[in-house]
T-cell receptor, first 112, second 113 residues
Framework: EAQVTQNPRYLITVTGKKLTVTCSQNMNHEYMSWYRQDPGLGLRQIYYSMNVEVTDKGDVPEGYKVSRKEKRNFPLILESPSPNQTSLYFC???????????FGNGTRLTVT | GDSVTQMEGPVTLSEEAFLTINCTYTATGYPSLFWYVQYPGEGLQLLLKATKADDKGSNKGFEATYRKETTSFHLEKGSVQVSDSAVYFCALSDGSNTGKLIFGQGTTLQVKP
């Protein structure tokens, strides 16, 4: 089954403790992206990647890192999480041709 | 910059009622327009899309028409069901190679039996 898989689904952590949210897709998509969803703000893009070893900032990249060492994986790294990063995070992927985004089921992160 | 504005929610309807969720956009160039739906506990799924002016996207009884003159892409359904209860997002893609979608804030729809 074609899908985007994120882990974990839920994560509670404390300020400053480094964490990684994993994202993997099995559709051989070139393009991958991370969004965060906050009430009243919709989804905002954090980072995106056009292909392996190619990443770029979205609209809200501060406090986040990403890597794209393999085509299928696109982890989101929070080196020193802060409470304002408490949010619902979505990974998404698609082909380079502009076909619609496929979304994972989300990771709900709480930073205390 | 480009932006999308949706009507405030939540929207509460009885089953079989007519649904309209308003969406307007601001964009330079000629964006593609999308409606995504998010069911509880799930990610977003593409509901329908339109890539040029006067196009009508449709799926599962939902429709939306790309109106360039009013910069709108309102979502409609003639008869909603309880299973349509979800959050609906209007979005645009500027067609650049960033692949970025710009989303509205989302509208929660609750359909009561």
């Amino acid at each position: 089954e074609a899908q985007v898989t994120q882990n974990p689904r839920y994560l509670i952590t404390v300020t400053g403790k480094k964490l990684t949210v994993t994202c993997s897709q099995n559709m051989n998509h070139e393009y991958m992206s991370w969004y965060r969803q906050d009430p009243g703000l919709g989804l905002r893009q954090i980072y995106y990647s056009m292909n392996v070893e190619v990443t770029d900032k979205g609209d809200v990249p501060e406090g986040y890192k990403v890597s794209r060492k393999e085509k299928r994986n696109f982890p989101l790294i929070l080196e020193s999480p802060s409470p304002n990063q408490t949010s619902l995070y979505f990974c998404a992927s698609r082909n380079r041709d502009g076909s619609p985004l496929h979304f994972g089921n989300g990771t709900r992160l709480t930073v205390t | 910059g480009d932006s999308v504005t949706q009507m405030e929610g939540p929207v509460t309807l009885s089953e079989e009622a007519f649904l309209t969720i308003n969406c307007t956009y601001t964009a330079t160039g000629y964006p593609s327009l999308f409606w995504y739906v998010q069911y509880p506990g799930e990610g977003l799924q593409l509901l329908l899309k339109a890539t040029k002016a006067d196009d009508k996207g449709s799926n599962k009884g939902f429709e939306a028409t790309y109106r360039k003159e009013t910069t709108s892409f309102h979502l409609e359904k003639g008869s909603v069901q309880v299973s349509d209860s979800a959050v609906y997002f209007c979005a645009l893609s500027d067609g650049s190679n960033t692949g970025k979608l710009i989303f509205g804030q989302g509208t929660t729809l609750q359909v009561k039996p």
